[in-house]
């Protein structure tokens, strides 16, 4: 093999590291690229919620109520069962 030979080679083996490199590299930016649309779709899902209208945002409005309801109702719960109790 002379050494014009060898250049090829090697220069044809660079195009090809070079093909490979360039071609992971496009793959992992389309996955970058499709997690951000997934996780952009899940927050316009919930949108609706945000409103208050749909299903869920009857299931938020009521989620609230609880929260607030048990933020009212455990301080007094706990004075009374641990400092009134005796």
């Given at each position: ?41 899940g ?43 005796g």
């Amino acid at each position: 093999m002379t050494m014009q030979d060898r250049q090829i080679a090697e220069r044809e083996r660079q195009a090809q590291v070079y093909e490979r490199a360039m071609a992971q590299r496009e793959a992992a930016q389309r996955k970058r690229t499709a997690s951000g649309h997934a996780i952009m779709a899940g927050v316009y899902t919930l949108y609706p919620a945000s409103q208050g209208k749909g299903a869920m945002g009857r299931v938020v409005a009521w989620a609230q109520v609880g929260c607030v309801a048990f933020a009212g109702f455990a301080p007094n719960y706990l004075v009374w069962r641990l400092l009134l109790s005796g």
